[in-house]
């Protein structure tokens, strides 16, 4: 490798474990899957805009967006400021209430308004609380981050919580051992990550064929219901009550004012009803749902802001003046917030 990919490398990969932090979405076969589905159903419109966004041509575009679907869990979401953006704590007990968990937008359900809008309406002047690493021009930031929230909102333990940071708290009694190099899936959360995902993959195929044999579905007549971002959190929440904590027997713990886990469920393991392969492949069907799902669900989003005037690429030159602009005020440097 020759130094300056060495040291890019390097850079990538401290930036992955700083921002290492409770929460993650789907894995990036999850991800991935998401965006290559919804690449195969963009509008000619759309397609065209998604790929003069990321700089590359049609035949580049599913490419592209699967690059991008796992861009956001690449950067240090600490330093950039998105640590929340990727998820909502709605608890699993009572009726599904969103109240005051968004407070400043900083949840999965606002950031992906958030990123629709500026799309739509070609906002300016985005930026990160630090640059991130690696580095993409800022209409392809926000891009990513809709590609990857819609992704992450259809993730179950990404709109639930039951005083354990959305199963993060939660350790299997017995690790899930993997054959192909990757680490132990060693708690609750990362269960729905991925082995639930390479659950499907093992019926469906690669990445690509999962990908493929979902749009099948679509085109021989598969009906998704397009709803909007907080159906789309409530659906999540219900099937996390049914599949992981019904589904589980796992005991109900009080919420915590700062997140933190619940006292006595760090000790807690699920022994009344194991987490092995039976468990995943009970609910292939509801992830294979979800995917599709949001796969589907993305792509209308995109063929409808790109329409007309949205999702216009800005040219090079106004980049290069939003970055003369921040260096002549760097203090000035900030997070925009929800319009």
Same mark, same amino acid.
């Given at each position: 490798?020759h130094r300056s990919?060495a040291?890019r490398?390097?850079?990538?990969? =401290?930036s992955?474990? *700083? ?15 998401v965006? *290559?589905?919804?690449?195969k159903?963009l509008? &000619?419109?759309a397609?065209?805009?998604v790929?003069?966004?990321f ?6 575009? +599913?490419?592209?967006m ?5 861009w956001p !869990?690449?950067?240090?979401r600490?330093?950039?400021g998105?640590a ?7 608890p699993?007990?009572?009726p599904f209430?969103v109240?005051?968990l968004?407070?400043?937008h900083?949840c ?5 308004t958030e990123m #629709? ?5 070609n906002?300016?002047?985005?930026m990160?609380?630090?640059?991130? @690493?690696?580095?993409?021009p800022?209409?392809s930031? #926000?891009l990513?981050?809709l590609?990857?929230f819609?992704?992450?909102?259809? $993730?179950p *333990?990404?709109?639930?919580? !039951?005083g354990?940071?959305?199963?993060n708290c939660?350790?299997?009694? %017995? ?6 190099? /990757?680490?132990?899936?060693?708690k ?8 639930e995902v390479?659950?499907?993959m093992? @019926?469906?195929?690669?990445e690509n064929a999962?990908?493929a044999? =979902?749009?099948? /579905?679509?085109?021989d ?6 709803l909007?971002?907080l159906?789309?959190a409530r659906?999540?929440? !219900? ?8 589904? =589980? ?7 915590t004012?700062d997140n933190?886990?619940? &006292? ?6 699920i ?5 092995d %392969?039976s468990? =995943?492949?009970s609910?292939?069907?509801? @992830?294979? #749902?979800?995917l599709m %799902?949001?796969?589907?669900? *993305?792509s209308?989003?995109?063929? %409808?802001i ?5 999702c ?9 003046? +939003?970055?003369?602009q921040? $260096?002549?005020? &760097?203090?000035?440097?900030? /997070?925009?917030?929800?319009p």
């Amino acid at each position: 490798m020759h130094r300056s990919g060495a040291i890019r490398f390097a850079s990538i990969a =401290l930036s992955c474990l *700083l921002a290492a932090g409770p929460v993650w979405g789907w894995g990036r076969e999850g991800h991935r899957i998401v965006a *290559l589905l919804a690449a195969k159903n963009l509008s &000619p419109t759309a397609r065209a805009k998604v790929a003069a966004i990321f700089g590359t041509d049609d035949a580049g575009v +599913e490419a592209a967006m699967a690059a991008a679907s796992t861009w956001p !869990d690449e950067i240090n979401r600490n330093a950039t400021g998105t640590a929340n953006w990727h998820f909502i704590n709605v608890p699993v007990t009572g009726p599904f209430s969103v109240g005051t968990l968004c407070a400043q937008h900083d949840c999965v359900i606002d950031r992906i308004t958030e990123m #629709e809008d500026r799309l739509r309406n070609n906002r300016t002047g985005f930026m990160l609380k630090s640059e991130p @690493v690696p580095a993409r021009p800022m209409i392809s930031q #926000e891009l990513a981050f809709l590609i990857h929230f819609i992704g992450d909102i259809h $993730q179950p *333990l990404h709109v639930s919580n !039951d005083g354990d940071q959305g199963g993060n708290c939660v350790r299997l009694a %017995q690790p899930l051992t993997h054959s192909d190099g /990757r680490r132990d899936t060693t708690k609750l959360h990362a269960v729905w990550d991925t082995d639930e995902v390479i659950s499907v993959m093992k @019926v469906l195929g690669d990445e690509n064929a999962a990908a493929a044999a =979902l749009y099948r /579905r679509l085109r021989d007549g598969a009906a998704i219901a397009q709803l909007t971002p907080l159906d789309w959190a409530r659906e999540s929440n !219900d099937l996390a009550r049914k599949d992981i904590y019904g589904k =589980l027997n796992i005991p109900h713990y009080d919420e915590t004012a700062d997140n933190s886990c619940a &006292p006595g469920i760090a000790e807690l393991s699920i022994k009344d009803a194991s987490v092995d %392969q039976s468990y =995943l492949d009970s609910n292939r069907a509801d @992830v294979e #749902e979800r995917l599709m %799902q949001a796969g589907i669900r *993305l792509s209308n989003v995109l063929n %409808q802001i790109c329409a007309g005037s949205g999702c216009e690429a800005h040219p090079g030159a106004e980049q290069a003046g +939003e970055q003369a602009q921040e $260096q002549a005020a &760097p203090t000035e440097r900030r /997070r925009v917030d929800f319009p």
